[in-house]
């Protein structure tokens, strides 16, 4: 089976942004590598704090997880709060799951003030059982939501089903605070607006080196240097080395996707919410502005011999038979940074140095909260407030090979019958 490789998102994304590479030396308050989500909340907060900001990106805005994923804005993270309070202590967790409880109204609120144009549907997502045994998980991850007061509920199989148009699922969790956007046209959009608060970004710009020089971050580009004392790496699973920099290794996960043609007539996903499922090996599904069904799985599909891709044909046609063969449209994927904890992490390296990373395959309210938090709060240099505490290294044993791990994990599944 061969299908054309195109990312959707870079089709059909409303907004546009376009930046020239950075020429010459600056100087400014605050430097951000990446302009993914976090670097560009970033931007956006600290320019509306009054200062001045340089982003700097490698390729050009949303190149990295920001500009290829599903598009689910979903609160907390991918780990149930209990588990996260448990990974970070009770007062810690509790800050954080309480910041991340409210990122999607934190996305939603940005789209809307800037006019973001992105496709955003606030119709909650649906995380779906794929064997009636999952829904002892999803009622576990339900009760620890409603205890924090979080509206979210448990669809038994006939509501499941009929919202998801699939006698496939069979139960899911609705959490009424997520929605989907598309998720290119939502990061140039962030970049538009912190642009349009003074902050200069700077694309096909990538961080080359750096040193220290007169209480100074100084980062090397291929055509000019930008000195600050506070500096935000921002580059998550699509970090490129920069020589005098330490970073810490995570592991990677791929996570591919595709699109149908605009479906018509159809009672899939009628209220337009986004799904993913609870299967270990997991796959996502939704519909976009245009009515095409988006799906995706975990798994490398360029190198596996079409084997990944065959898969996520018959998963389409065992969640909608009615559907028949669809032809995919285009086929794109993605680096997902996964901590051991499936917690991000942020590292203070040095004086005003700060990287985030690690979201674990739930970026897009996270990255964005943490990005403000972050924007502020090193400007500041106060980071009390911030919804994560900062520690002073990460390290991780054989993140390549967990890596492998994952991606053999993916293929045995799409290899079952
Ligand atoms: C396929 C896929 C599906 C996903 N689905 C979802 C989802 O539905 N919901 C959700 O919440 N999250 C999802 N995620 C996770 C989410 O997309 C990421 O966590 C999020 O985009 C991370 O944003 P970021 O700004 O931290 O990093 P990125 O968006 O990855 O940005 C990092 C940027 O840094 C740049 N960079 C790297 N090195 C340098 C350098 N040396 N100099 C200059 N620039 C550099 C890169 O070019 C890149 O543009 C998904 C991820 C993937 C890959």
Known sequence: MVIPAGNLWEETAAEAFDAPPLEGDLRVDIAIVGAGYTGCAAALAAADKGASVAVLEAETV????????????????????????????????????????????????????YQIRCEARRNGTLHCAHKPSAMRDLERRASQWQARGAPVEVLDAAAAQARVGSRAVHGALL???????????????????AVSLGAQIFENTPVS????????????????????????????AYHLPIPGM????????????AATDPLENTDILQGEEGCWDTALVMSSFRRDAAGRLIIGAMGLPERD????????????????PDLGRQSLTGVWHGRIAMTRDHVPKLV?????????F??????IAPGTVMGLA????????????????????YGESFPKLRSAYYEAGARLMHLLP
């Open 62 to 113: 949303g190149f990295g997880g920001s500009g290829r994923n599903v598009g689910l804005v979903n609160a907390g993270l991918w780990l149930p709060p209990d588990e996260v309070e448990g990974a970070l202590g009770a007062g810690p967790g509790a800050r954080l799951i309480e910041a991340l409880g409210q990122g999607p109204e934190t996305v939603f609120d940005l789209i809307e003030r």
């Open 175 to 193: 959490d009424h605070r997520a929605g989907t956007i598309q998720p290119l046209a939502y990061v140039r959009g962030l970049a538009r607006a």
């Open 209 to 236: 080196g750096s040193r220290r020089e007169g209480g100074q971050w100084v980062l090397e580009t291929p055509n000019g240097r930008v000195s600050a004392a506070r500096v935000l790496v921002a580059t998550n």
């Open 246 to 257: 330490a970073r810490a290794q995570t592991s990677l996960v791929h996570f591919f996707q």
């Open 305 to 320: 011999g079409g084997l990944h891709l065959r898969w996520l044909q018959k998963k389409m046609t065992a969640l909608f």
């Open 348 to 356: 203070r390296s040095g004086p005003g140095l700060y990287a985030i």
């Open 358 to 363: 690690g979201y674990s395959g739930r970026g």
């Open 374 to 393: 972050l924007g502020r709060g090193i400007l500041s240099g106060d980071l009390s407030n911030a919804p994560l505490q900062a520690i002073e290294t």
